[in-house]
T-cell receptor, first 112, second 116 residues
C-alpha cells in the first residue's frame, strides 16, 4: 500500500510565484525524500530530510518535516517554467536496503 | 547523471511471452531496484538487490523474477507477460559506502512495456 499521499494532485501557478506541495505518511520513517520527474523521464533526487530534522534548504527548495503529524512539505520559491514536472515524496524505512515507498505525486505546471 | 542504462527502452510483446528487462550501472553501487510506474499508483517497488545474488521481493513482486550475477547488471523477467504488466519500468541504484548517502536513489530513464 502507498505510504505517502501528496496534496494537491495537481497545481498550476504563474511563473515567479511560490509552489507548495504536501506529503502525508502513515508509519514511522528514517527519512523522507523528494524527487522530480519531467515528462517521460526518470526521477531525479531533489532533497532528503532525516527524521530528526525539521527543515532543510537547497537552493530554491525548502522542505519541512513534522514527524508528530507525519507530514512534509516542499516549497519551491520564485518558480520558473523549467520547474514544470511531477514531484514525488518517498519515505525510507528499513536501514541498509533502503526501500522507498513513493506517493502518487503532484503535477506542477508553471505558466509563463 | 548516474551511469544507469536500461534496455530495451521500448518493447511491445504479446500476452504469454517471456520478457527480460536489463538495468546496467557503471557506478559500482551495491543496491539496485526495479519499480513500475502506473497512473494513479506512483512508483511501486517490484524487487531489489543488496548484492550479487542477493535479492528480495518488493510490494508488487507477483509475476516477476530478478537476477543479479554481476554488480553492474540487474535483470527483471516477466516469465509470462500479462496485460496488467503493461507499465513503465524504472531501475534505480543507491550506494552503500561510507562516503555516500545510502538513502538517495538514482534512476534510469525507464522502459515502456506494452503487453497486447
Amino acid at each position: 500500500s502507498q505510504q505517502g499521499e501528496e496534496d494537491p494532485q495537481a497545481l498550476s501557478i504563474q511563473e515567479g510565484e511560490n509552489a507548495t506541495m504536501n506529503c502525508s505518511y502513515k508509519t514511522s520513517i528514517n527519512n523522507l525524500q523528494w524527487y522530480r520527474q519531467n515528462s517521460g523521464r526518470g526521477l531525479v533526487h531533489l532533497i532528503l530530510i532525516r527524521s530528526n530534522e525539521r527543515e532543510k534548504h537547497s537552493g530554491r527548495l525548502r522542505v519541512t518535516l513534522d514527524t508528530s503529524k507525519k507530514s512534509s512539505s516542499l516549497l519551491i520559491t520564485a518558480s520558473r517554467a523549467a520547474d514544470t514536472a511531477s514531484y514525488f515524496c518517498a519515505t525510507g524505512g528499513i536501514q541498509g536496503a533502503q526501500k522507498l515507498v513513493f506517493g502518487q505525486g503532484t503535477r506542477l505546471t508553471i505558466n509563463p | 547523471d548516474a551511469g544507469i542504462t536500461q534496455s530495451p527502452r521500448h518493447k511491445v510483446t504479446e500476452t504469454g511471452t517471456p520478457v527480460t528487462l536489463r538495468c546496467h550501472q557503471t557506478e559500482n553501487h551495491r543496491y539496485m531496484y526495479w519499480y513500475r510506474q502506473d497512473p494513479g499508483h506512483g512508483l511501486r517497488l517490484i524487487h531489489y538487490s543488496y548484492g550479487v545474488k542477493d535479492t528480495d521481493k518488493g510490494e508488487v513482486s507477483d509475476g516477476y523474477s530478478v537476477s543479479r550475477s554481476k554488480t553492474e547488471d540487474f535483470l527483471l523477467t516477466l516469465e509470462s507477460a500479462t496485460s496488467s504488466q503493461t507499465s513503465v519500468y524504472f531501475c534505480a541504484i543507491s550506494a552503500g559506502g561510507e562516503f555516500y548517502p545510502v538513502e538517495t536513489q538514482y534512476f534510469g530513464p525507464g522502459t515502456r512495456l506494452l503487453v497486447l
